[in-house]
């Protein structure tokens, strides 16, 4: 089992920033992903991007370039930099973990956190 808790969020204006954290805890043996996704009520969820144990990254095109995706393995923490926010992009974000190396958008989610919630607006 792998528990997630995700910190930070809130409110922020459009062409702002925020940095969101997440914890990871329990079975964490590499080679694994960290990633977040991102829900909005009522909507599917869209993924945002991922990191390897080693590193590498990969995003979705629609937060490409504005967000980076980072990580502590020291800490088995994920951090997720959002920067030049629009309010499309409000939603409650979630941290997710899954074993291997495939960062590409996953089929199904191993395991994911509670979401904190990430509102742009001014």
């Known amino acids: 089992q792998v528990q997630l808790v995700e910190s930070g969020g809130g409110l922020v204006q459009p062409g702002g920033s925020v940095r969101l954290s997440c914890a990871a805890s329990?079975?964490?043996?590499?080679?694994?992903?960290m990633g977040w996704y991102r829900q909005v009520l009522g909507k599917p969820r869209e993924w945002v991007g991922a990191?390897?144990?080693?590193?590498?990254?990969n995003y979705a095109d629609s937060v490409r370039g504005r967000f980076t995706i980072s990580r502590d393995n020291a800490k088995d923490t994920v951090y997720l930099q959002m920067n030049s926010l629009k309010p499309e992009d409000t939603a409650v974000y979630y941290c997710?973990?899954?074993?291997?190396?495939?960062?590409?958008?996953?089929?199904?989610?191993?395991?994911w956190g509670q979401g904190t919630q990430v509102t742009v607006s001014s």
């Open positions: 997710y973990f899954k074993r291997g190396w495939d960062i590409r958008e996953p089929r199904s989610y191993e395991y």
């Open positions: 329990g079975n964490i043996f590499s080679p694994n992903v």
């Open positions: 990191i390897t144990s080693t590193g590498s990254t």
